[in-house]
Nanobody
């Protein structure tokens, strides 16, 4: 069983930045893949970014060039650096770990 705890969400103005963190209850170095998903009101949950244990990343087209995913194996923590935030980035962001472990989610609101 893996427990994932997100933090770092909040309210930010358009163009601002936030960094989300996801602390895992186990050593993450050997976890095949981890990532961030988001769900906006009335929409399905979608993949934002993933990273494999070898450091291979994948991003949704809507966040390429603005978001960056990373994992710190020494701290057993996954990060999502979000820059140039837009109102359409507003959603609950969830941390995910292979195969089907989820965090409780953290709200990100981009609004002036």
């Amino acid at each position: 069983q893996v427990q994932l705890v997100e933090s770092g969400g909040g309210l930010v103005q358009p163009g601002g930045s936030l960094r989300l963190s996801c602390a895992a209850s186990i050593t993450i170095a050997s976890i095949r893949s981890m990532g961030w998903y988001r769900q906006a009101p009335g929409k399905q949950r979608e993949s934002v970014a993933t990273v494999t244990r070898f450091g291979i990343t994948n991003y949704a087209d809507s966040v390429k060039g603005r978001f960056s995913i990373s994992r710190d194996n020494a701290k057993n923590t996954l990060y999502l650096q979000m820059n140039s935030l837009k109102p359409e980035d507003t959603a609950v962001y969830y941390c995910w770990s292979f195969p089907t472990y989820w965090g409780q989610g953290t709200q990100v609101t981009v609004s002036s």
